[in-house]
């Protein structure tokens, strides 16, 4: 292999690697999970691709189409095995509180309101309901 090809191998494989991120999102230290285990599964398709003769989807001397795939397989089980988003994604952290409408019961209360007898909606209009 070349060393134009090394190169073309590392920006196909960064592209990938960058894209996969814009995708999925996360962090810097995300960003290089995903560079570093493109680079590395592109050239193991390249290789495993050179070693079982394979002649499908070449570019020059890179095996272009296995190592497409085989970085794909990487970057989605690097996504997987890293676990979830940390602080700062979009996933529910179950915090949330969830309003429950008006003359919905809510554990604890008799009355279906909350605290000072004001559900949100009439809070956000400036009315009570009677309190």
């Not at 398709?45 to 570019?59: I, N, P, T, V």
């Not at 009439?122 to 309190?131: N, V, Y």
Request: hydrophobic share 45%; charged share 10%; glycine share 18%.
């Amino acid at each position: 292999m070349s060393l134009p090809s090394v190169y073309l191998g590392f920006l196909i494989a960064s592209v990938l690697g960058f894209g996969f991120h814009a995708l999925r999102g996360g962090t810097l230290s995300r960003l290089l999970l995903y560079l570093v285990t493109a680079w590395g599964a592109f050239f193991l398709g390249h290789g495993l691709a050179s070693l079982m003769g394979w002649e499908a989807g070449r570019l020059g001397s890179l095996n272009l189409l296995p190592a497409v795939v085989a970085t794909i397989i990487g970057l989605v089980a690097a996504a997987l095995l890293a676990g979830p988003r940390g602080r700062g994604s979009s996933r529910c952290t179950g915090n949330s509180k969830v309003y429950l409408g008006h003359g919905a019961r809510q554990s604890g209360s008799k009355s279906g309101r909350s605290g000072k007898g004001k559900d949100l909606l009439s809070a956000a209009a400036g009315r009570d309901h009677g309190s």
